[in-house]
Every structure is written in structure tokens, then in C-alpha cells.
Nanobody
């Protein structure tokens, strides 16, 4: 079973940046899909950014042009660079991984099987 450990969360002011990291046990070459989800208080968990084996990405409309997902195979780590943060970005952010793969048109409906424990991101306005 994959182990995913997130880090990099914290408290920032609106307009600032954060980079989240997700370290996976074993080689991330094993995981065709990797992504970031978030859950704000009182809301359902939602997808934020997803990356498939071919490098195709999906971003939620609310984070397009502000967030970037990337993968470092040498470090077995997936990152989420978050710029121009807004108060509505406040949530617990979860990393997800899957050995299955999906084409770009289906990334938005991916239902991950493995999750990290989450890292809190708080953006003050």
C-alpha cells in the first residue's frame, strides 16, 4: 500500500505563495495518477490539480493560472505550487495517488484509492 506524506502547509496572507510537497513511498513511477484535493470546513472534498502518466493535467477552474502541479521522479515527490492565494483557498489539502491511469478528458472524475493525511493551508485576508 502506498504511503503519501504531505508537507508545506501553513498560514499565509492573501496574495502570498506556498508550495506543498507529497512524498510517496517507493517509486512514483508506479503511480500513473497523482493529484491534490482539498476540503474546506463544511464542504465536500474537491479536486484541485491532477497529473497523469503522460504529463496531462487537470486544474479546477478556481485555481487555474494560480496553481501548478509537478512531479520529481528522482525525489518520488509531487508538488503543488500555489501562487496568489486567496482566503477561499483555505482548506486541508490532500495528496492522492493511483496505479491506474486516465486520459485527460477523465481526470476531473478520478476517484483516488490512496490518500495522504492532509496538510492545513490557511489564507488570511
Amino acid at each position: 500500500q502506498v504511503q503519501l506524506v504531505e508537507s508545506g502547509g501553513g498560514l499565509v496572507q492573501a496574495g502570498e505563495s506556498l508550495r506543498l510537497s507529497c512524498a510517496a513511498s517507493g517509486s512514483i513511477f508506479s503511480y500513473n495518477l497523482m493529484g491534490w484535493y482539498r476540503q474546506a470546513p463544511g464542504k465536500q472534498r474537491e479536486s484541485v490539480a491532477i497529473l497523469n502518466s503522460g504529463g496531462s493535467t487537470y486544474y479546477a477552474d478556481s485555481v487555474k493560472d494560480r496553481f501548478t502541479i509537478s512531479r520529481d521522479y528522482a525525489k518520488n515527490t509531487v508538488y503543488l505550487q500555489m501562487n496568489s492565494l486567496k482566503s477561499e483557498d483555505t482548506a486541508v489539502y490532500y495528496c492522492a495517488a493511483d496505479r491506474r491511469d486516465l486520459p485527460p478528458r477523465l481526470l476531473s472524475v478520478w476517484a483516488p484509492r490512496d490518500w495522504g493525511q492532509g496538510t492545513q493551508v490557511t489564507v488570511s485576508s
